[in-house]
């Protein structure tokens, strides 16, 4: 994806509700309005989850990657 990532979160290897605990916990305390993390997750879940949870929060989910069953995670915080 051809997009400025200001910072990057791992959550591979962790299972629901971990990836978006630790996503609202970053886009919180650690990201300035208008820059992009890319968060990095292994549950398949946060297929659906990343993108609702930037729905309820009125942050813009700019899209998903897939790269060796890590998926990758764009959100622009609003």
């Not at 200001?6 to 990201?31: H, N, R, Y």
Request: aromatic fraction near 6%; hydrophobic fraction near 35%.
């Amino acid at each position: 994806m051809d997009v400025q990532v200001d910072a990057t979160l791992d959550c591979k290897g962790l299972s629901c509700p971990m990836p978006i605990v630790k996503l609202a916990k970053k886009m919180k305390k650690e990201m300035q309005s208008g820059q992009v993390l890319m968060m990095e997750g292994t549950d398949p879940g946060s297929k659906t989850d990343v993108p609702k949870w930037c729905d309820r929060n009125s942050h813009e989910f700019l899209g998903m990657e897939e790269e060796a069953g890590v998926h990758m995670f764009y959100i622009r915080k609003h």
